[in-house]
């Protein structure tokens, strides 16, 4: 007996003091409310009916969204974690091992769990809208892959209560994560919950490859895409190249694990420097993943807040096609001090500067559209502006450590982790900010508050570069990333101080956010139009949220800015009066994906803590669930005209 109170105490890691305790107390709390709410007010079959069985494209939307507005909260109270710790000399608010557990989930969850979802519930919510289709093409696919991201979200987050954090930084470069050095199950949850989570981001690249390929509605040629789109198509592209390397590297790894093999350890005649090259052969286009949906966006609300059409159409979308192309022939430049030699660091950082010149095409387009316009500054406006002097200073900055010579001087140090925050915070989550605000009418109905929006943009703008400026200046003075604490003396104290300021000013920011949310829920101004921006794009043309059947005649496009032209000639999204409805072919929900994919995360935790019988019972469960959609024939309804005929009446377009 006593053996397993051991045993129980160490797994949940009751031994490792309050802050584990805290979660723990949280994480209880949290579960029971929610429990309590949805008893107390019914809401178990809502629930079930409406959201976790839905295969609707703009509520998958809506809830990437909502988990990566969570995923931000846990991620960045990860990085205040760290800030606090390193907010003067000799501090040991954090242990060394607890810290560097934190500094891995915190580049994690930031790159993989929350601006990941982030763009792809944009995909979501916009993508079919603008193009005119009524859903994605492979809409139970759809839901599949946001399930699958879900409960490896879940699980990842798991080790911070349960079994122990990963703690070989977001890289989990080998040999250090190997069994040897790295024992225990952090660094497997790593591997498994990035591995589940990638097969559904592989999942979505090719659905919007062939939703964006194979239904567009007529007229929509692809030089008549709205840019947002074009920045999908491309993303998803690179999406279907880079991250099968990823899952190829995490497989091996996880199989050295759990198996015993030796694909990267040396002494078993392994080659750990190859699991680095196939990483950033992933690792470098993922920064393009993240950030190319985010120039899209950028394009649509720079030209709908300067009512304007966008400048250089032609040439920002031979940009995009550039930068994707550029993405893969520049991942050495991550190691130019592993000794590849000068030839090789040449090519590697001529390739990387050279990313600049379409990057600087699309701010020169940005600006030109704006030139003239008649500008509105909108919230959504403000933090499309805010991406670019920020995202600026780290494309500059990201060109000199793309000189090898320099970078033997920069790498691993705070110009690094400066230069990254610019690009990923100033240029993604900046962009996830405009895009919350631009489409948040168009998910939900109603308007974001503009007045706290105002305050939330500049408490964050001005946090955000008190923060990580500061940054830049700690890297010339010699302060090295990933560093537990440091001693009095190098003048370090100050500068590490002003930094943490601007870090829980970024904090008060994002409250300022969620109040936002909360306010405007209860009092914000409601969208009765469908079209609050005066839009340009097909998605402006519905109604605020969309039916779920997105239009009730598929409309059919004559140029750019396609409901823009139809407001000029007083056209209606549904066609000439007159012209009858027909009943409409829709997917039915599923409830398959939620359980296919709680399976995989069983399966997951099997792998984890190597409990083969565990694992079995879900791979052996997936396969019966995919066995069971195979011959699953009655898979769709049609909505019937009367319906249809509401629907719209409602919405004044009859």
């Not at 030839?343 to 559209?369: D, E, H, L, Q, R």
Request: net charge neutral.
């Amino acid at each position: 007996m006593h053996g397993v109170v051991n045993w129980a105490v160490h797994f949940f890691m009751l031994d490792e003091g309050p802050l584990i305790w805290l979660s723990d107390f949280l994480i209880i709390c949290a579960s029971l409310g929610i429990v309590v709410v949805l008893t107390k007010f019914r809401l178990w079959k809502w629930l079930w009916d409406e959201w976790l069985t839905t295969v609707d494209h703009k509520k998958i939307g809506i809830m990437y969204m909502i988990a990566a507005i969570l995923m931000l909260f846990r991620g960045g109270t990860d990085g205040l974690l760290m800030r606090a710790q390193l907010a003067w000399p000799n501090m040991h608010f954090l242990s060394a091992d607890h810290y560097d557990q934190i500094f891995t989930t915190h580049g994690t969850i930031m790159i993989l769990f929350m601006a990941m979802p982030a763009i792809i519930g944009f995909f979501n919510v916009a993508v079919p809208l603008q193009i005119g289709c009524r859903d994605v093409a492979f809409p139970y696919l759809n839901a599949i892959s946001f399930w699958l991201f879900f409960f490896a979200a879940l699980l990842f987050n798991l080790s911070f209560v349960v079994g122990g954090s990963p703690d070989g930084g977001w890289t989990s470069y080998p040999p250090y994560v190997e069994n040897q050095f790295d024992p225990g199950p952090g660094e497997n949850y790593y591997l498994v919950a990035l591995s589940i989570t990638g097969i559904g981001t592989i999942a979505t690249g090719i659905n919007f490859l062939v939703t964006i390929l194979r239904m567009r509605a007529p007229g929509m040629t692809f030089m008549r895409m709205p840019m947002f789109t074009w920045s999908v198509f491309v993303t998803s592209v690179i999406i279907l190249f880079a991250f099968p390397v990823l899952a190829v590297a995490l497989a091996l790894l996880l199989i050295d694990r759990d198996f015993g093999s030796h694909f990267f350890t040396v002494n078993g005649g392994g080659a750990p420097m190859q699991y680095v090259n196939l990483f950033w052969f992933w690792g470098h286009p993922e920064v393009y993943i993240v950030i190319l949906p985010i120039f899209g966006l950028m394009s649509e609300v720079i030209s709908t807040f300067s009512h304007k059409r966008i400048f250089g159409y032609s040439a920002m979308v031979v940009s995009m096609v550039a930068i994707a192309i550029l993405s893969f022939v520049t991942w050495v430049h991550h190691f130019f001090t592993m000794g590849a030699g000068p030839g090789v660091n040449s090519f590697f950082g001529v390739s990387t500067m050279a990313i600049a010149i379409p990057t600087g095409v699309k701010v020169f387009n940005w600006i030109f559209t704006m030139h003239k316009g008649r500008l509105e500054f909108k919230t959504a406006m403000l933090w499309s502006l805010g991406v670019i002097p920020n995202f600026l200073i780290g494309g500059l900055t990201g060109v000199m450590l793309a000189v090898p010579p320099a970078d033997y001087q920069y790498h691993n140090s705070y110009f690094l982790i400066a230069h990254f925050h610019y690009t990923l915070i100033g240029g993604t989550v900046f962009g996830v900010f405009s895009g919350l605000y631009y489409w948040w009418p168009k998910m939900f109905g109603v308007l974001l508050n503009e007045k706290l929006g105002r305050w939330h943009f500049w408490t964050f703008m001005i946090g955000f570069n008190i923060c990580f400026f500061p940054q830049f200046f700690l890297g010339f003075m010699g302060m090295t990333r990933r560093m537990y604490t440091y001693p009095a003396g190098y003048g370090w104290g100050v500068v590490n101080l002003i930094s943490t300021i601007g870090a829980f000013l970024m904090g008060v920011a994002f409250i300022i956010f969620v109040y936002n949310i909360l306010w405007s829920a209860r009092y914000g101004e409601r969208d009765t139009t469908g079209d609050p921006w005066d839009g340009r794009t097909l998605e402006w043309a519905t109604t605020s949220p969309a039916p779920h059947y997105n239009f009730a005649i598929i409309p059919t496009v004559k140029g750019r800015d396609a409901w823009w032209l139809m407001k000029q000639n007083g056209e209606s999204i549904n066609g000439p009066k007159g012209v009858p409805f027909r009943p409409i072919h829709m997917p039915n929900n599923s409830g398959r994906p939620f359980i296919m994919s709680a399976l995989f995360f069983i399966m997951g935790a099997g792998f984890v803590f190597q409990w083969w019988i565990l694992a079995i019972v879900g791979f052996v469960g997936v396969l019966i669930c995919m066995a069971q959609r195979s011959f699953e024939y009655d898979d769709s309804h049609y909505i019937p005209v009367e319906e249809i005929e509401k629907t719209e009446a409602a919405a004044g377009r009859l």
